[in-house]
């Protein structure tokens, strides 16, 4: 096929073959520039995939309950997962990204190669070009000066001088002998050159069809290799859709009524709130009361609820809105004394009113305990404690809430959660 071959009719020029040559480069130049473009997305595909699952891990959410927090935690793993299929993604462009170049540097080799042999070819062809016009110019030369002595001849001849005659015919056969060479010079050369000629014709053709071989592979390469991108991106597409219905089916499953009934069922404390503190009258009471050993009374829990009588533990106001009944049921049943909750393995119906505690709030002796279970503080004074953690215990007080230090931290845990070591 000639179809690639851009001849011209100067000898001595090479424009057709340069414009292939320039042809090729430019091809090179664009295998570089699609090599960076997949580079490029291949190194944001990375860093956003990174940045997604630190974004998961990092999302918290450990203080919701139930469906919704179930919801929260698919949505987390999901948005991982996303960040995982993306880096998978970056390192599928990294690998094609890597055929390119591999594809560019055998092309590259191969034209070197025949681009070595063209440029002998050329520098024959030009050399022997040159030689040839020189043979020729010496031939022209020669030719003149054998007609400027014949014609020297002639006039002598006509003027009778014999001895004048002799030389002038000596120096036209010679000046015609040296004509006569140097055309067979000429010649030869003409011949020479024509064979170089044939043979840089034929390396020319040889060269253009491999070339126009290499652009073919070239466009069909980059053109796939387009195509591939694309559709990578576009499974990655479907693929980030498909973790993320998975959260929508987990939101489907969200109900708000269930989480409600769950928090009551969790930390409903009793139905009424605690009773009011009668007066008592100091005269009245026994004489040797302060003598005797303490006594059970009904006293103030150390525990209330921020919405009983508008104020919070931290004594701040908080209006309490209106509800519908089962909200209506949340906050009537969380007001007042909050006992601690029950070991995981258990599961008790108790209704929990007014505590008797001992006036004599509890054991004050530091005493090293293992956690049993995992608990999440639900109050600012509460400590987190998690299974197999050793904690000292500050003050064991009857109404389960120990306090406990851990690491510097100090605060309230339940005591059915420790075992002394």
Request: aromatic residues 8%.
């Amino acid at each position: 096929c000639l179809s690639f071959c851009l001849q011209c009719k100067e000898f001595t020029f090479h424009t057709g073959y340069e414009a292939l040559v320039q042809r090729l480069l430019d091809g090179r130049k664009m295998c570089k520039d699609v090599e960076d473009l997949l580079k490029q997305r291949a190194q944001a595909e990375e860093r956003y995939g990174k940045e997604l699952i630190q974004i998961a891990r990092k999302a918290g959410g450990q203080t919701e309950i139930n469906t919704l927090k179930a919801a929260f935690e698919r949505l987390k793993q999901q948005i991982e997962s996303v960040g995982n299929s993306h880096i998978q993604l970056a390192v599928m462009l990294k690998d094609e990204l890597k055929g390119i170049e591999e594809f560019r540097e055998r092309q590259k080799e191969q034209r070197k190669k025949y681009e070595s042999a063209m440029e002998r070819m050329q520098k024959s062809k030009l050399s022997h070009y040159k030689k040839t016009m020189e043979s020729k110019k010496t031939y022209e030369q020669k030719c003149k000066e054998a007609d400027e002595a014949e014609q020297s001849f002639e006039r002598t001849s006509a003027s009778g001088n014999q001895k004048q005659t002799e030389k002038s015919q000596n120096k036209a056969k010679q000046c015609r002998d040296a004509a006569n060479e140097a055309e067979n010079v000429y010649k030869q050369n003409i011949e020479q050159l024509d064979k170089v000629r044939t043979e840089w014709e034929q390396e020319h053709i040889k060269t253009c069809e491999v070339f126009q071989l290499q652009e073919c592979d070239r466009i069909t390469i980059l053109r796939n290799s387009l195509w591939v991108h694309c559709n990578q991106l576009s499974m990655q597409c479907v693929k980030d859709d498909e973790l993320y219905e998975e959260v929508r089916v987990s939101l489907e499953n969200c109900v708000v009524e269930s989480d409600i009934d769950y928090f009551i069922k969790t930390k409903m404390t009793g139905t009424q709130p605690p009773d009011a503190i009668g007066y008592e009258n100091y005269y009245s009471r026994e004489p040797n009361r302060s003598n005797s050993s303490p006594t059970q009374s009904c006293g103030m829990m150390k525990r209330f609820s921020g919405l009983l009588h508008g104020s919070s533990k931290n004594h701040t106001e908080s209006a309490i809105p209106s509800a519908p009944p089962l909200a209506t049921e949340l906050f009537v049943s969380v007001c007042g004394f909050v006992p601690p909750p029950p070991p995981p393995a258990e599961k008790t119906d108790v209704v929990y009113a007014s505590v008797f505690v001992n006036e004599q709030a509890g054991i004050t002796s530091s005493q090293d305990y293992r956690v049993l279970y995992d608990y999440t503080a639900q109050n600012v004074d509460e400590l987190d404690i998690s299974e197999g953690d050793i904690v000292v215990v500050i003050e064991e007080n009857e109404d389960g809430w120990w306090t406990a230090e851990r690491n510097g931290q100090r605060g309230f845990v339940p005591g059915s959660y420790l075992k002394k070591l």
